[in-house]
């Protein structure tokens, strides 16, 4: 068996393993000491744990770090993630102070992966939220956290009656509508308002930027639509698929221009029959597609930054849960492509086009 394996198999086992040992983390009695409204304007520091490093997972975490920012105003954020993907996302929000990344890979980087736990006790925090509760390295990190409050995320979604249960599972406002709950089940007055969207904070230069980069790929006054492609594993739609796709978008859409967002692989699976734009930098990506009318893409990464863009959304969906991962905010829409033919799809996208 070669190394590669051999790591891949320990990986999987310490997976199993420290799901089963922090399966009971945060579910005994009381989770957190209680913030009441007399000592709100007393927090300073907040960490936000999801240590991940898809872009997907990472973007879906800036509603709870708005809504942490627009609850206590006075407070700067720390983030414990994984990989480098946070320094761009965060770039912008000027609250962001600390993000301690866990190495991508933890037995490669050893030395740095037990530096960044280190750091984790080391700093002292008057909240601790976690943001995602089936993920056993975000229970740890909250429970070892020198933290006054910890949300660890069970339990104060469930008695949540205002919201549907279809929000109750979106990966972005769940973590919100718990926190909401958590304060005031605390004695503290939460926030009302509507769920923040995902936001890159993109600057006005960098639209600006982007639109210039938009002329240069179209070179016309039309409107465009941004197309990705590309997906991970199932999620993923066939080349078939997307070459009929991307002809009937031709065809019903012939004053706008189709631009194609390419994966950093550079592939296309159009064969690279539209216009396209090809970056590294998430936040170039994200200023182009904030430049166009709509975006249209497969359940992804590239669908979450597109939402995040501010642009409206269209993410298609075949095998994970709509619910979940829904686009939302800005007229943006989830198809569900294993009930909607590609006739209703062009429909819904008129539709939208139409507003």
């Known amino acids: 068996m070669s190394s590669t394996n051999i790591l891949a198999t320990i990986n999987t086992y310490r997976k199993k393993l420290t799901k089963l040992i922090t399966s009971q983390i945060g579910k005994s009695s009381k989770e957190s000491n209680e913030i009441k409204n007399s000592n709100r304007d007393t927090i300073k520091r907040i960490l936000i744990s999801r ?17 942490a920012i627009n609850t206590f105003p006075n407070a700067k954020i720390d983030l414990f993630v994984k990989g480098n993907v946070a320094l761009s996302i965060f770039q912008n929000y000027k609250e962001v102070d600390t993000i301690i990344r866990l190495p991508k890979q933890h037995f490669k980087n050893l030395g740095q992966y037990l530096f960044c736990w280190f750091q984790l006790i080391r700093l002292r925090y008057d909240v601790v939220i976690n943001c995602e509760e089936n993920s056993s390295s975000g229970k740890i990190s909250t429970k070892l956290a020198n933290g006054k409050y910890k949300y660890f995320g069970s339990k104060f979604i469930e008695n949540v009656l205002q919201i549907s249960e279809e929000e109750k599972i979106h990966m972005a406002k769940i973590t919100v509508y718990g926190f909401r709950n958590f304060l005031a089940l605390s004695g503290a007055t939460s926030n009302s308002n509507d769920i923040p969207k995902l936001n890159l904070m993109l600057s006005e230069t960098e639209i ?46 012939k004053e706008y221009t189709i631009i ?26 994200g200023s182009v597609i904030a430049n166009s009318a709509v975006f249209i893409g497969a359940d992804s990464g590239m669908m979450h930054l597109a939402s995040a863009s501010q642009t409206t959304t269209i993410g298609l969906f075949s095998v994970t849960n709509t619910n979940r991962y829904t686009p939302y905010g800005n007229g943006s829409i989830a198809i569900d492509t294993n009930d909607s033919n590609f006739k209703d799809c062009i429909n819904r996208i008129k539709n939208i086009l139409s507003k």
Not at 269 to 281: E, L, Q, V
């Open 51 to 67: 240590p991940n490093h898809r872009l997907g997972n990472i973007l879906l975490i800036t509603p709870i770090v708005q809504e």
């Open 208 to 253: 600006s930027e982007g639109k210039k980069i938009m002329d240069q790929i179209t070179k016309n006054k039309r409107k465009s639509i941004t197309l990705f492609t590309n997906a991970t594993g199932q999620k993923c739609y066939s080349k078939e698929w997307w070459t009929t796709f991307y002809e009937l978008l031709v065809s019903n859409f």
């Open 260 to 285: 194609e967002i390419l994966p950093v692989e550079n592939t296309s699976n159009i064969d690279f029959k539209a216009p396209t734009f090809y970056s590294k930098d998430i936040r170039q990506i």
